[in-house]
Every structure is written in C-alpha cells, then in structure tokens.
C-alpha cells in the first residue's frame, strides 16, 4: 500500500524555521522524483520545491529561494523540507508529492498545516 506520511509542521513565529519530513513507503523511493507542495486557503496548489533522486538537481519557487532547502535519504525513503526565515506567507498546508520518473504513476500525501504567526 502506497503511502506518504508528512510531519513536523506546527506554528512557527516569523523568523523562524521548521523541518518538515515525508516518509513514504509501498513503492521503490529512487525511482520517484518528489516534492512539496503548499496550498494557502482560497489559493491555488504551488510547487514549492522539488528533487529528482538520479541526479540529485533541485528547483524552488521563487518565493522560496535561498531561505527553503529540499534534500532526500533513500536510504530512508524521506524527503526533507528544512524552511528557514519564515515569513506568514508561508502559511499553508504542505504536500509530498511522488512523481514516478518512468511513467505516469503519481501520489501525494495527506498534508502537514505549517502556520507562521505571531
């Protein structure tokens, strides 16, 4: 059974971080590029970040750059999102998202509430 299970989200004060982790499991993790999504209420899903596991290349949103960090473990079938000098627009549930590098298979987590607020 395929599963991704996200954590480590909470409040955060402006400023601060957090990590956020994705552990997944019923499919072969190296296979899979994966991501994070974030969703705001009323706003559109938005990538946020992604890794691909063959070559270790990432992408960021724009609004992100230089304050989010995406990484991997295969070994322990996780991603990582370490959110650095948060903002309240980041504010939003995020997602993990698994994208098969092969193919048109696709999955995504349950979600973890990251509030940024005073």
């Known amino acids: 059974q395929v599963q991704l299970v996200e954590s480590g989200g909470g409040l955060v004060q402006p400023g601060g971080s957090l990590r956020l982790s994705c552990a997944a499991s019923?499919?072969?993790?190296?296979?899979?590029?994966m991501s994070w999504y974030r969703q705001a209420p009323g706003n559109e899903r938005e990538l946020v970040a992604r890794i691909i596991s063959t070559d270790g290349s990432t992408n960021y949103a724009d609004s992100v750059k230089g304050r989010f960090t995406i990484s991997r473990d295969n070994a322990k079938n996780t991603v990582y999102l370490q959110m650095n000098s948060l903002k309240a627009e980041d504010t939003a549930v995020y997602y993990c998202?698994?994208?098969?590098?092969?193919?048109?298979?696709?999955?995504w987590g349950q979600g973890t509430q990251v509030t940024v607020s005073l």
């Open positions: 019923g499919f072969t993790f190296s296979n899979y590029a």
């Open positions: 998202f698994a994208r098969f590098l092969y193919g048109s298979r696709n999955y």
